[in-house]
């Protein structure tokens, strides 16, 4: 059973950094792209990076490019989004995701407040 657990958002100031962590379990993990998404509230869903399972290649939004960097950790079987440069618009909730067997996987998400 796919299960997949953020961690690391909270409150920051403007201008400063927070790393998320989602830790997977259920699937191989090794062998699956995965993806950060967030929303805002009254804003869809976005999705912001993503990270394959081969080499591997990371893509992002161009709200984020450039001040957010994705990474994956096979052996703990964990991706990372570290932000750095945070504006009161990346105020969201942050999901993880991957997709197997054509289904969507999220998890609970983690909130990140960007304010002074």
């Known amino acids: 059973q796919v299960h997949l657990v953020e961690s690391g958002g909270g409150l920051v100031q403007p201008g400063g950094s927070l790393r998320l962590s989602c830790a997977a379990s259920?699937?191989?993990?090794?062998?699956?792209?995965m993806r950060w998404y967030r929303q805002a509230p009254g804003k869809e869903r976005e999705l912001i990076a993503e990270?394959?399972?081969?080499?591997?290649?990371?893509t992002y939004a161009d709200s984020v490019k450039g001040r957010f960097t994705i990474s994956r950790d096979n052996a703990k079987n964990t991706v990372y989004l570290q932000m750095n440069s945070l504006k009161p618009e990346d105020t969201a909730v942050y999901y993880c995701?991957?997709?197997?067997?054509?289904?969507?996987?999220w998890g609970q998400g983690t909130q990140v407040t960007v304010s002074s």
């Open positions: 990270i394959t399972s081969n080499g591997p290649v990371t």
């Open positions: 995701s991957t997709r197997r067997a054509l289904r969507d996987y």
């Open positions: 259920g699937f191989t993990f090794s062998y699956s792209a």
